[in-house]
């Protein structure tokens, strides 16, 4: 069972069944939602380009392409990114800095809890090549959703860009999930951080799902359901469990400690402001 470039799955129906359990879908972005940066920067400082977040707010000023989607434009454009190769993007997801405890997360997720089950996914248009090359024993390739691109045989160059999930993108990724799994679109979970998740969050709301933001964007801020501030991915568990599963916060801290991982501290508002720390060494993971 996978997905294939342009959008068709293979295989038999993705779709689970079980009398037992309620499944989510958990979708989540990737750059600066996993991560601290762009992967879009780091690609720009390892094969020297310059001013690449002017280019980028130049193009979303342009509205030349959706948000989150500059970075394919570039690469299939710019004369300083015509040279970037497969091998230039695996090279960025090794150096890109990734959020704590993304494997406790999905590990968690995978296990679900009584009576829940969760499916996780990362739908980003961060290339694919970065994305799965980051999280390389953490997320299964055929959970990943990125820009698909298509490479000269024998230049290696990126001949076209197949796919882009951006902005309406993921939108389309989502619904085809939802088929997929036979999943109830009020059961799905987006988590995300920027302006590019704008559609897709109103595209979950609207439909009775629930959205979380990890960033103080303004545009999200008016938007997502809960946000979580936090340098730890394990973090965004909290809404889920508080405000779907209707867990209490002794319980939720009594998760936390059976995963190896201690909220010091939990600033409740609107917004959850968590500090985690790993039980064993004592040591600060996680300062929102």
Request: aromatic share 8%.
């Amino acid at each position: 069972m996978s997905y294939q470039r342009g959008g068709q799955w293979t295989g038999e129906t993705m779709a689970t069944t079980s009398t037992h359990s309620k499944h989510f879908l958990v979708a989540s972005d990737f750059d600066q939602t996993l991560s601290f940066n762009d992967s879009g920067l780091v690609l720009s400082e390892l094969i020297g380009a310059g001013q690449f977040q002017d280019k980028v707010d130049g193009l979303a000023r342009s509205n030349l392409v959706q948000q989150g989607g500059e970075l394919a434009y570039l690469i299939r454009h710019d004369p300083e990114f015509r040279g970037v190769r497969r091998e230039h993007l695996i090279e960025t997801g090794r150096r890109v800095r990734l959020r704590n405890n993304i494997p406790a997360l999905v590990e968690f997720l995978e296990r679900g809890v009584d009576g829940y089950r969760f499916s996780f996914f990362v739908i980003s248009a961060a290339p694919r090549e970065v994305i799965e090359s980051a999280l390389a024993g953490i997320v299964p390739p055929d959970r990943i959703f990125g820009t698909e691109l298509d490479y000269d045989a024998i230049s290696g160059e990126v001949r076209s860009i197949v796919r882009v999930p951006a902005g309406y993108g993921k939108v389309a990724v989502v619904e085809e999930l939802e088929s997929a799994f036979d999943v109830n679109p009020a059961r799905v979970i987006y988590i995300g951080d920027g302006s590019s998740d704008v559609h897709v969050m109103l595209h979950v709301n609207n439909r009775g799902g629930f959205t979380i933001a990890v960033s103080e964007n303004r545009q999200l801020a008016r938007i997502a359901r809960s946000t979580v501030l936090s340098d730890d991915a394990f973090s965004v568990t909290v809404p889920i469990l508080e405000q779907i599963l209707g867990w209490e916060s002794a319980p939720i801290r009594s998760l936390f400690e059976s995963n190896g991982l201690m909220l010091q501290e939990w600033e409740k508002a609107r917004t959850d402001r968590l500090i985690v720390v790993r039980e064993s060494s004592g040591a600060i993971s996680d300062i929102a």
